[in-house]
């Protein structure tokens, strides 16, 4: 049986901080299992994930990013970079790739500057000024592509990546309800909801 998972995750990086927005619906095939699902993971005081795709791979690959983060702070006395966690991450799901995760990330967090990477199913990770992922990321990558900026305030990024969820709520069934933020500034990470519409 095919069992459709559907949702929306968008990041973009500011000037000063990253951003990363997510909706709330969960979905199991065309049925809408629930209505405030928390779709973006604080996994250490500096970094966040963005989820698309099966929740109980999701929990088991967050632990694990949250061990690995403590782990190093612990032995270095330095938060872990973000990149590190990106290609830690990686080989998680490379690892697997003959029984895979059903999952696809968005990683963001702050270290020496704003640091944003998208992870792929089997591994292959990116890092970019903007990305998106799930069913929605059609419409959402339209409205980031055509109003993206790299010099943007905190709160235009905010802004940008609420329309870029909300575009997708409109248009894609998967996508639905509210729109939640994570704002991952150089001091620690702002967390907001904003209503679908």
Known sequence: MRVLHGTTTVGLVARNAVIVAA????SSGTYVAHKAVKKIVRISDHVVLTTAGL???T????????IKA???SLANKAKIPVKSLAAYLSLLL????????IVQFI???????PRLFNIEFFGDYTEEKYTVTGSGSPVAIGVLESEYREDMSEEEAVAL???AVRSSIRRDVFTGEAVDVAIVRPNGIEERSYSSG
């Open 23 to 26: 909706d709330k619906r969960a």
């Open 55 to 57: 929740v109980a791979d």
């Open 59 to 66: 929990q088991v690959l967050a632990s694990l990013l949250r």
């Open 70 to 72: 403590t782990e190093y």
């Open 94 to 101: 490379n690892a697997y790739k003959y029984v895979p995760f």
């Open 107 to 113: 990683l963001a967090g702050y270290d020496d500057r």
């Open 161 to 163: 990546a609420v329309k």
